[in-house]
């Protein structure tokens, strides 16, 4: 645990240091343009104090441009990566061109009663402010300044004149450096504390999205897997349903289809009968069979509806023209339309073909018009609009597409998955088996098409059927199975 609070200390100092660079860099800029303005304002203070003595502020003029010129010259160099890398020398020689400059001036005038001190607490002052000194940056700056002050008054020719102003000056100087480095190192431990907290905070804070993170890809995963178990769930009892609905309808097929074809036999034998009837009640006699004979077509339509369901692609498929299938499947549900007003909108490519069953096409679209009709007859249409259904094709490739659409009531986003799920129907008790739409997938789907449905509930409900578009297209394809 200690080494890790180690390891993250130094990690905060490294990151601090390098923060600083940014800043300290930007401030040392700044305090070399305040440096040279200053250095070479001063020479206004030069003519004031020692307008008597021209050779001298000549002199101090030279000091100060060069001093200027040598600013000048940091001030470039920082921003070369030579400064860049060695900028903490930099920093101290900043300090030290005024400091000099300044010495030198002391030196050339009256040494110790020189009040010319009061530019080394300046410069003391000033770079303490701008610039991010550390405790043992402050504590160089002081004794340089410290020392270049000692030297010129020291070395200047003849004794000093005043010694107490020379020890007031002294004590001056070493007070502003006192004071100098210690605000320095409180300043420098309280930036260092607030960049320490920033940081902690945000490493937490990254740490934290990494979590969050982790746990939004943990929760889209388990999403994910919660999905697929209830999708092979529903595979599975779809799975049992088709299972235990072929094993019925082939029970179901036997047990009618053999009496059915009984019935045939007795209807036969009876037709052969009646011929020796009277006239006039073979008449009656011949109608009352011709419509048991009916009865027994439908019941065999129903059986091979139920055959179809289970085995889609067991009926042969050609090239039909989907104009000529619809006017045929138009037959049975036109009086339907009319009594219900009906609006029929047609719009299909002429002579446009597909590949299906001519007989088992026809119950696909007779299915999916009854369905629009019953749907239509469940909504209360206002403002002008009336019931009405559309219905385009067009070819997309090796694609005959049949769109059919109504302005219904549409279908709920919680049915629309489960419409071609055997007997599922919002119908009510007696109106609907669930088997139609059913049949009508598994017809589609076994002749190598698809079957889709969209809807916008209040709105709208479209089917959209892709069939492949002749023959040729037809053999190199498979057809899909209803699983």
């Known amino acids: 645990m200690t080494d890790s609070r180690l390891q993250n200390q130094d990690k905060i100092r490294k990151a601090f240091q390098e923060a600083e660079r940014e800043v300290w860099i930007r401030n040392f800029r700044v305090a070399c343009v305040l440096a040279f303005i200053f250095v070479l304002a001063g020479y206004s203070l030069d003519i004031l104090v020692y307008a008597d003595f021209p050779e001298r502020t000549r002199k101090f003029l030279g000091y100060r441009l060069v001093c200027s010129a040598l600013l000048l010259f940091i001030l470039w160099l920082v921003r070369?990566?030579?400064?860049?890398?060695?900028?903490?020398?930099?920093?101290?020689?900043l300090p030290a061109l005024p400091t000099i400059c300044d010495a030198l001036m002391i030196y050339q005038s009256e040494g110790a009663d020189s009040p010319y001190y009061a530019g080394l607490n300046l410069v003391?002052?000033?770079?303490?402010?701008?610039?991010?000194?550390?405790?043992?940056?402050?504590?160089?700056?002081?004794?340089?300044?410290?020392?270049?002050?000692?030297?010129a008054c020291l070395l200047h020719p003849g004794p000093i004149a005043h010694p107490e102003i020379f020890f007031n000056n002294i004590f001056f100087i070493f007070v502003t450096g006192l004071f100098v480095v210690i605000g320095s190192h409180f300043y420098n431990s309280l930036r260092f504390r607030e960049f320490a907290v920033r940081y902690e905070l945000d490493l937490s804070k990254r740490e934290l999205q990494v979590s969050n993170n982790k746990l939004g890809e943990q929760n889209t995963a388990l999403e994910k897997a919660n999905r697929e178990i209830k999708e092979t769930e529903m595979q599975l009892v779809q799975s049992e349903k088709m299972s235990s609905l072929g094993r019925f309808s082939a029970g179901l097929m036997h047990d009618i289809l053999n009496p059915l074809n009984y019935?045939?036999?007795g209807l036969f034998v009876l037709r052969k009968k009646c011929r020796n009837m009277p006239p006039e009640?073979?008449?009656?006699?011949?109608?009352?069979?011709?419509?048991i004979e009916d009865g027994l077509r439908r019941?065999?339509?129903?059986?091979?509806?139920?055959?179809?369901?289970?085995?889609?692609?067991?009926?042969?498929?050609?090239?039909?023209?989907?104009?000529?299938?619809?006017?045929?499947?138009?037959?049975?549900v036109s009086s339907e339309l009319k009594e219900k007003n009906i609006t029929l909108k047609l719009?299909?490519?002429?002579?446009?073909?597909?590949?299906?069953?001519?007989?088992?096409f026809i119950l696909v679209l007779v299915?999916?018009?009854?369905?629009?009709?019953?749907?239509?007859?469940?909504?209360?249409?206002?403002?002008?609009?009336?019931?009405?259904?559309?219905i385009s094709s067009r070819i997309e490739g090796d694609r005959s597409i049949l769109t059919f659409r109504d302005n219904g009531p549409g279908i709920s986003p919680e049915n629309l998955p489960k419409i071609f799920d055997p007997f599922f129907t919002t119908k009510e008790i007696g109106k609907g088996t669930g088997l139609g739409l059913s049949i009508c997938f598994g017809i589609v789907r076994g002749y190598g098409g698809t079957i889709v449905a969209t809807s916008e509930p209040g709105r709208y409900c479209e089917f959209t059927l892709e069939l492949l578009a002749n023959e040729e297209v037809a053999a190199k394809a498979t057809p899909e199975h209803v699983e």
């Open 80 to 93: 070369t990566p030579i400064g860049l890398r060695f900028y903490k020398v930099l920093g101290l020689a």
């Open 281 to 291: 009640q073979l008449g009656e006699m011949d109608a009352v069979i011709t419509d």
């Open 299 to 332: 019941v065999d339509n129903i059986v091979s509806d139920l055959s179809t369901f289970t085995h889609p692609g067991g009926q042969a498929a050609e090239e039909v023209d989907l104009a000529d299938l619809f006017n045929m499947s138009l037959r049975f």
């Open 263 to 265: 019935s045939r036999t």
């Open 347 to 360: 719009d299909l490519v002429p002579g446009q073909k597909a590949w299906a069953g001519r007989n088992s």
């Open 124 to 151: 003391l002052l000033g770079a303490a402010i701008i610039l991010r000194w550390t405790f043992v940056d402050s504590l160089l700056v002081f004794f340089e300044v410290l020392v270049c002050y000692l030297a």
């Open 367 to 390: 299915n999916l018009l009854e369905n629009s009709i019953d749907a239509l007859a469940e909504k209360q249409f206002a403002n002008g609009e009336g019931p009405r259904i559309e």
